[in-house]
Structures are given as structure tokens and as C-alpha cells.
């Protein structure tokens, strides 16, 4: 299937392809002709299945094709929640990408930054609000977000949510917005919490659901290397000094975490390049061109820039940060190995990582060896998964209110001469 056959107005399919997808996903396929028509749905996905377009899609096509007639500032017609800013921001993203060639806009909304740049985009007028629930309800107490006129409401990983203590926030916000709505539901679990919660929001609901990805290929040699945080750097410029490696991909959850991995690189006369969502599309295609043509060594990136990237002849992919989404490894590491090649993977797992390793080695059901004489071996020399807790303040996973460098929140629309934003596909 194509996604030409799902219904797809031609401005987005212009859109899709020129981000090189031509096929969907299980739940693309699934999903986008239930919402295109307008009904709700509770849907069953891990990230990395690509359920963020099949949501977005839907979206920016029902309000291109029923656009608002009066004059004047636009009113709030979409409203999105999620549990993190990284998820709120690589929404936003994906919305830039797919909606370029449409008259829709969007901003996203998050609190540890100024509201300043949010209450502007506000009040200039959008058709797409993604929030996290906390910024959302500060904006609403002060007056400065009207969520009267939605009409549709989607919650994006729905068990995350309840995780981090926010339903009752959710609950609070549902109860802002039109009770005549699309509804769109995801979640990556379904416990009895959930479908509650669910079904105080959708009417009569489509059920979709899709199997995770959870097996690694077995011409993927991989090696997990137990290593203190701080000694990470040291670690890497360690497994590098091996001139037989032509061709190495890293791995880390953040675009600033890139760039300094990139830096440490480039000091040591390693040519490197990193490629993130801050990057503008020239300069992604660029390093992956000069990566693929043997130009850099090695190419440094967040899981929503590689997504799609097609490298052949990957010799070895780092983990220099462990995924918090286990699925998120299995696509890490099948970057390598493939076409039959032999390919290496090896992770670096400082003491905050451990729950998230243990969580992946649960998910592909297999033993992962353990590099035992390396320099840079932990400080307490606990290499014990079993021990693993949740991390606590200096956890690696972003939470809502941790300060950033950085500041989203203007209003972005596609178009000509805009800086294109890396999908979340």
C-alpha cells in the first residue's frame, strides 16, 4: 500500500514524499482513513511506530478542507496534549513537515520556559495548539488561551501521562473544551486505568492496534558497556582510536547532547557531523551525504532526525545515551546489519540508564554481553541490571519542568523560506 491510497489530499502526499515516505506504517494504515472521516479512535502504539503522522495527517487535512470563513484572529480548532516538551516539540515538528505545503499553523506550549513567545503566538491566532498539560492550564487561569472553539482533541501517550501525574490536569482541561469533538486517543499500554480514562473521552470509539518492534536482527553483534556518566567522552574517544572503523553512527536523546558529542569529536581531529531537528534541511542532507560518501567518520544524531535514514554499510552504531523507550533500541541498532551484513552495536549504560536497559533487555528477550575490560569501568563496579531503580532528580528522561537552552513556542507554518523542521514519522 501507498499512501496515495489512504485518501490523502495531493498537497500532503507532495509533502510525504519529499520526505522520501511513499508507504505507511501498520497504524498509518490503519488509523489515517478512520480519522480522515472523522470519527474517534483509541489507538494502541508505541512511539517509533510512526502513530505521530498518523495522527497529524488526518489533522491537517480535515482543517485545509473545512476552513474557517469569518475574519479575524484564528480561533485554537486543535488541541494536542502530551506528557514531555521533547514529545510536544518533535509533534510541533512533525506538523512543519507535513503541513508545508498547506495554509495550517501551529505552536507548542510548555512550561520551564517565558510564556512571553507562547501568549504572542496565541494571540497572532493558530489552528494547532500541542501542550503539555501544566503550561496549558497556567495559560488558561490567566486568560491568555481560549479552548472553546476545539474540535479535535488528541492525547498522545495517554500511560505516560498518568505515570507523571497528570491525569487530573487532563481531566481538568477536558472538561475546558467542546464535548462535540474528534477525539483521538494513543497510548502504549492499555491497562484498565487507561481504557477508563479513554472512555470518559472518546464517543464510540475505532479501536487500532499494532504490535511493537521487539526483536533485533541476528547479524547485529551487540556489547553493553557499564561506564560512570562522566566518563562517557572518554569512553568513546577510546573505542574510536580502532582506525578500522570507517563508518560510525551515534546515537543520543537530545539535539544539544549531539552537538557536544560533535565538539569533543572535532577536538580530537575526528570529522564528525550531527544531525538534529535544530539543524536546517541542508545541512542534515549534507552530513548524511558526506557520511554515506566516506567524508565523515562519524555522524552524530537524535532518533527523530535518523528516522528514515537509510545508511548502507554501517559498520557500528553507539548508544552513547540508552533510549527511555525500548522499542527506540531495536530501531537504534537495525541502522546496522542489514542486507544480510555483519553489523556491531554497543551501548553505554551509566547508573541512571540501568532501568532503561533492563527494560530493553526484557523487550528483545536476549543477553547482551558485557565488555568487562574496558578503562573506563564504573567507579562502584556494579554491573548488575537487577539492581536498577527508577533514576531520580538527575534522571536522563526530560520532565516538564527541568530547565532547557533553549525556548519553543513561536508560531511555525509551512512555506517557502521557512527552516524545515525533521519529522517525528
Given at each position: 500500500m501507498v499512501f496515495e491510497d489512504l485518501g490523502i489530499m495531493p498537497a500532503i502526499l507532495e509533502a510525504l514524499k519529499g520526505e522520501g515516505y511513499i508507504n505507511p506504517t501498520p497504524i498509518q494504515e490503519k488509523a489515517i482513513p478512520i480519522l480522515i472521516k472523522g470519527k474517534d479512535l483509541q489507538g494502541c502504539a508505541?512511539?517509533?511506530?510512526?502513530?505521530?503522522?498518523?495522527?497529524?495527517?488526518?489533522?491537517?487535512?480535515?482543517l485545509s478542507q473545512n476552513p474557517l470563513q469569518k475574519q479575524g484572529p484564528k480561533p485554537i480548532r486543535t488541541l494536542i496534549l502530551t506528557p514531555t516538551r521533547e514529545l510536544a516539540i518533535q509533534i510541533g515538528e512533525s506538523f512543519a513537515s507535513y503541513g508545508k505545503n498547506v495554509n495550517i499553523n501551529h505552536t507548542v506550549i510548555f512550561g520551564g520556559v517565558s510564556q512571553g513567545a507562547q501568549v504572542d503566538a496565541l494571540r497572532r491566532g493558530v489552528d494547532i495548539v500541542i501542550a503539555t498539560p501544566g503550561r496549558l492550564i497556567d495559560l488558561n487561569n490567566q486568560g491568555l488561551v481560549a479552548l472553546n472553539k476545539i474540535?479535535?482533541?488528541?492525547?498522545?501517550?495517554?500511560?505516560?501521562?498518568?505515570?507523571?501525574g497528570f491525569v487530573n490536569d487532563v481531566k481538568k482541561i477536558i472538561k475546558l473544551i467542546p464535548k462535540h469533538r474528534q477525539s483521538i486517543f494513543f497510548s502504549a499500554t492499555m491497562p484498565d486505568s487507561i481504557t477508563q480514562l479513554a472512555s470518559s473521552i472518546l464517543t464510540q470509539p475505532q479501536y487500532v492496534e499494532v504490535t511493537p518492534v521487539s526483536s533485533t536482527a541476528e547479524t547485529i553483534a551487540q556489547?553493553?558497556?557499564?561506564?560512570?556518566?562522566?566518563?562517557?567522552?572518554?569512553?568513546?574517544?577510546?573505542?574510536?582510536?580502532?582506525?578500522?572503523?570507517?563508518?560510525?553512527?551515534?546515537?543520543?536523546?537530545?539535539k544539544h547532547g549531539a552537538d557536544k558529542v560533535v565538539k569533543l569529536l572535532e577536538r580530537e581531529s575526528i570529522k564528525a557531523a550531527a544531525i538534529h531537528g535544530n539543524k536546517s534541511q541542508n545541512a542534515r542532507q549534507k552530513a548524511l551525504n558526506d557520511f554515506k560518501d566516506k567524508k565523515l567518520r562519524v555522524l552524530v544524531a537524535t532518533d527523530i532526525a535518523a528516522r528514515g535514514i537509510d545508511i548502507d554499510e554501517l559498520e557500528l552504531v553507539i548508544n552513547y545515551e540508552i533510549p527511555n523507550i525500548p522499542e527506540t533500541y531495536v530501531h537504534r541498532i537495525g541502522r546496522t546489519g542489514r542486507a544480510g551484513q555483519i553489523g556491531k552495536a554497543i551501548s553505554f549504560c551509566d547508573s541512571d540508564e540501568r532501568i532503561y536497559m533492563r527494560d530493553i533487555l526484557k523487550l528483545t528477550k536476549i543477553n547482551i554481553p558485557v565488555a568487562n575490560e574496558h578503562p573506563f569501568l564504573p567507579a562502584e563496579g556494579n554491573t548488575d541490571l537487577s539492581t536498577a531503580v527508577k533514576p531520580k532528580a538527575k534522571a536522563p528522561l526530560p520532565r516538564e519542568n527541568r530547565p532547557r537552552n533553549h525556548a519553543y513556542g513561536s508560531t511555525s507554518k509551512g512555506g517557502n523560506g521557512q527552516r524545515k523542521r525533521e519529522n517525528s514519522f
Amino acid at each position: 500500500m501507498v499512501f496515495e491510497d489512504l485518501g490523502i489530499m495531493p498537497a500532503i502526499l507532495e509533502a510525504l514524499k519529499g520526505e522520501g515516505y511513499i508507504n505507511p506504517t501498520p497504524i498509518q494504515e490503519k488509523a489515517i482513513p478512520i480519522l480522515i472521516k472523522g470519527k474517534d479512535l483509541q489507538g494502541c502504539a508505541q512511539t517509533g511506530t510512526g502513530k505521530t503522522a498518523a495522527f497529524a495527517i488526518p489533522i491537517l487535512q480535515r482543517l485545509s478542507q473545512n476552513p474557517l470563513q469569518k475574519q479575524g484572529p484564528k480561533p485554537i480548532r486543535t488541541l494536542i496534549l502530551t506528557p514531555t516538551r521533547e514529545l510536544a516539540i518533535q509533534i510541533g515538528e512533525s506538523f512543519a513537515s507535513y503541513g508545508k505545503n498547506v495554509n495550517i499553523n501551529h505552536t507548542v506550549i510548555f512550561g520551564g520556559v517565558s510564556q512571553g513567545a507562547q501568549v504572542d503566538a496565541l494571540r497572532r491566532g493558530v489552528d494547532i495548539v500541542i501542550a503539555t498539560p501544566g503550561r496549558l492550564i497556567d495559560l488558561n487561569n490567566q486568560g491568555l488561551v481560549a479552548l472553546n472553539k476545539i474540535e479535535i482533541f488528541v492525547l498522545d501517550e495517554a500511560d505516560r501521562m498518568l505515570d507523571m501525574g497528570f491525569v487530573n490536569d487532563v481531566k481538568k482541561i477536558i472538561k475546558l473544551i467542546p464535548k462535540h469533538r474528534q477525539s483521538i486517543f494513543f497510548s502504549a499500554t492499555m491497562p484498565d486505568s487507561i481504557t477508563q480514562l479513554a472512555s470518559s473521552i472518546l464517543t464510540q470509539p475505532q479501536y487500532v492496534e499494532v504490535t511493537p518492534v521487539s526483536s533485533t536482527a541476528e547479524t547485529i553483534a551487540q556489547e553493553l558497556y557499564f561506564v560512570d556518566m562522566v566518563n562517557k567522552r572518554d569512553l568513546l574517544l577510546h573505542i574510536l582510536k580502532d582506525k578500522e572503523l570507517k563508518s560510525i553512527l551515534v546515537f543520543t536523546r537530545t539535539k544539544h547532547g549531539a552537538d557536544k558529542v560533535v565538539k569533543l569529536l572535532e577536538r580530537e581531529s575526528i570529522k564528525a557531523a550531527a544531525i538534529h531537528g535544530n539543524k536546517s534541511q541542508n545541512a542534515r542532507q549534507k552530513a548524511l551525504n558526506d557520511f554515506k560518501d566516506k567524508k565523515l567518520r562519524v555522524l552524530v544524531a537524535t532518533d527523530i532526525a535518523a528516522r528514515g535514514i537509510d545508511i548502507d554499510e554501517l559498520e557500528l552504531v553507539i548508544n552513547y545515551e540508552i533510549p527511555n523507550i525500548p522499542e527506540t533500541y531495536v530501531h537504534r541498532i537495525g541502522r546496522t546489519g542489514r542486507a544480510g551484513q555483519i553489523g556491531k552495536a554497543i551501548s553505554f549504560c551509566d547508573s541512571d540508564e540501568r532501568i532503561y536497559m533492563r527494560d530493553i533487555l526484557k523487550l528483545t528477550k536476549i543477553n547482551i554481553p558485557v565488555a568487562n575490560e574496558h578503562p573506563f569501568l564504573p567507579a562502584e563496579g556494579n554491573t548488575d541490571l537487577s539492581t536498577a531503580v527508577k533514576p531520580k532528580a538527575k534522571a536522563p528522561l526530560p520532565r516538564e519542568n527541568r530547565p532547557r537552552n533553549h525556548a519553543y513556542g513561536s508560531t511555525s507554518k509551512g512555506g517557502n523560506g521557512q527552516r524545515k523542521r525533521e519529522n517525528s514519522f
